[in-house]
């Protein structure tokens, strides 16, 4: 684990060891192999920030750190106790230590945000309305959001106001791990700042773990502690791991392994040639079938004269 | 080519017929998964209606939406549909001289069959297609994830409240269709085709009986039932983008409707023993 940043106290009830170990995690969609032998220990109070092109499973990976996605096979440990062993109402529990930023947000249509951030205290907590109320304003303070929201319904925030508001909801339960699904995709580049120093605000609370995933590498030179990279399984060679880089943002940008440097860079390179390639492909698929389905026809029309 | 061709099934009639059985094979197994997965979600949902108490600012929105909401609509329907029973009817019966029956034979059919389907239908169409679209969106959008990732379980929040809602506004509703209905019949066979009032109330009250109308309110708790899983199961199985949530909607309407003829046949088949059971003299003869 690098250190590019002091470890913070662990918590008094906090056992030693990582907060959170994924081990050889496997996870596969029907025929599809999305992640392959993923294996990672989060130490507490860090940052960790999963890079990786569009496709590569960094969703997956995320929501199987929560026990969203099941994997197929490998574990996913928080503080040492198994997701995969705890039953339906344990791992519920086990969930309120999380916080988890959804990519569109992913607030309640149907609530006003004061519902909405207040949602997870209700659920959980016997706190009196009054407090409640209390609690959601000073969350709103936190992410800098006016009170003045409060009785709106999401629909009529813009994409930033949403996702501080799914921000303030994640922290409602003061939770350990705070998993980020893209947290900047879709926002304008003022906007993206303002949530990159907003994730810098919640490392800062006491025995928080971050987890953020994101294709920007500009959030991730501003948030991370560590990062890792993940690949396309479907790029990989049979023995080739698909983490292809774990380490500090610093490591990164000095790695000169060609797919690290095509993704810091921004370059499409080979893939322009693969996507030509595609293209040729289609059209020669679609024109083999037009002729496979007029030699059928043809073969029917013939079977059915004689 | 040669590669591919060697791969290919069988050309001609018997690559076709191959082709169908395999096909015929895909479709039984979907549909044995599919009926396996609502069964799942049913014993689920009825897990969480006694394992939690349910919540009053939960259940209310939904109450109001699936009851209150479509009472214009169900009342609507049952109106037409006892006129246009009293247009179909009349030429029948006065042609034997009977126009006064035709009370009975309205009245017996709404409150057996017509009132309590029809109600089903338009809740299917109204509320059932709105369900799972809001839940199809809500699976897209990731807001069912959000509530999983917050320790909240989606069948409690989400299908309960529902559940209850078709459950218990049902009877509610096909009373009020059935009560339209037999407004509407009377008033078409009275004031528009100059049936006497007295000999058309005094024959709907002959063979029509509380029975025949328990009946139909008794097979409304399958209809909203049904009606309320397939809906929900719908959304929650919603496949991405704006062309899944609209196919969900429309598969809950289709598949709730046709749930809905095929529990009314065998629901009728059984309460017909039923009433053979307490009534062993048999139905009174309507001519």
Redesign the interface.
């Known amino acids: 684990m690098p250190a590019a940043a002091p470890a913070k106290p662990r918590r008094p009830d906090e056992p030693a060891g990582p907060l959170l170990r994924v081990d050889s995690l496997h996870v596969r969609f029907g025929s599809q192999e999305v992640l392959r032998d993923i294996s990672i220990d989060l130490e507490p109070g860090r940052t960790l920030v999963i890079l990786g092109e569009s496709g590569c499973g960094k969703t997956v990976l995320l929501?199987s750190m929560?026990g969203?996605i099941r994997p197929t096979r490998g574990d996913v440990q928080f503080e040492g106790r198994s997701l995969a062993g705890l039953n339906?109402r344990s791992?519920?529990?086990?969930?309120?230590r999380?916080g988890?930023v959804?990519?569109?947000a992913?607030?309640?249509?149907?609530l006003t945000i004061l519902d909405n951030i207040a949602?997870?205290l209700r659920?959980?907590t016997r706190i009196p309305d009054a407090e409640v109320r209390t609690i959601v304003e000073s969350l709103l303070d936190e992410v800098g959001l006016p009170r003045s929201v409060l009785p709106k319904k999401p629909v009529q925030l813009s994409g930033g106001m949403r996702k501080r508001a799914g921000l303030a909801?994640a922290l409602a339960l003061d939770p350990q791990l705070v998993l980020y699904d893209e947290p900047t995709t879709g926002l304008d580049p003022i906007m993206s700042d303002v949530i990159n120093e907003l994730i810098i605000r919640v490392r800062g609370r006491p025995y928080v773990t971050s987890v953020v995933v994101t294709h920007d590498m500009h959030t991730a030179r501003k948030v991370a502690d560590r990062v890792i990279m993940l690949y396309p399984v479907f790029r990989l060679r049979p023995d080739e791991p698909q983490v292809v880089f774990d380490g500090t943002v610093e490591e990164l940008d000095r790695s000169r392994d060609p797919r690290i440097r095509q993704f810091v860079e921004g370059r499409a390179g080979a893939r322009l040639m693969e996507l030509r390639e595609e293209q040729a492909r289609d059209h020669e698929i679609q024109a083999?079938s037009t002729a496979?389905a007029d030699?059928?026809a043809d073969?029917?029309e013939g079977?059915a004269d004689a | 080519?040669a590669a591919?061709s060697s791969a290919?099934p069988p050309?001609?009639?018997t690559?076709?017929f191959a082709n169908q059985v395999a096909n015929l094979g895909q479709f039984a197994m979907d549909w044995v998964t599919g009926v396996g997965d609502v069964a799942v979600f049913a014993i689920q949902t009825i897990g969480w209606i006694f394992a939690r108490r349910q919540r009053r600012d939960v259940l209310l929105?939904n109450f109001y939406q699936i009851g209150v909401m479509s009472l214009p609509v169900v009342a609507l329907t049952g109106l037409f549909i006892g006129m246009v029973l009293a247009v179909q009817s009349y030429a029948q019966f006065k042609a034997l001289g009977l126009q006064t029956r035709l009370g009975s034979v309205i009245n017996l059919s709404l409150v057996r069959e017509l009132g309590p389907v029809l109600a089903a239908t338009m809740l299917a169409g109204r509320v059932g297609s709105a369900m799972a679209a809001e839940l199809g969106?809500?699976r897209v959008?990731?807001?069912i994830?959000?509530l999983?990732?917050?320790?909240?379980?989606p069948i409690y929040y989400l299908v309960v409240p529902r559940f209850l809602g078709c459950l218990i506004l049902i009877p509610s509703l096909t009373v009020m269709a059935d009560f339209m209905g037999v407004l509407g019949g009377y008033f078409y066979s009275h004031v528009l085709l100059g049936i006497d009032y007295h000999h058309y109330w005094a024959n709907s009250r002959e063979y029509v009986d509380v029975f025949d109308f328990l009946l139909g309110i008794f097979k409304t708790l399958f209809f909203g039932a049904a009606i309320a899983l397939v809906s929900c199961h719908h959304g929650f199985h919603c496949e991405p983008g704006a062309e899944g949530v609209g196919r969900a909607a429309t598969n809950a309407f289709v598949h709730s409707f046709v749930l809905i003829l095929i529990l009314d046949l065998f629901l009728g088949i059984w309460l017909n023993n039923v009433h053979d059971f307490f009534r062993p003299e048999g139905p009174r003869k309507l001519l």
Do not use: C
């Open positions: 929501k929560i969203l339906d791992l519920a529990h086990l969930r309120t999380y988890f959804f990519q569109g992913a607030l309640f249509d149907s949602f997870p659920e959980h909801r083999e496979t030699a059928d073969t029917l079977e | 080519m591919r290919s050309a001609g009639v690559g076709w929105p969106t809500m959008t990731e807001q994830d959000a999983e990732s917050m320790g909240a379980n």
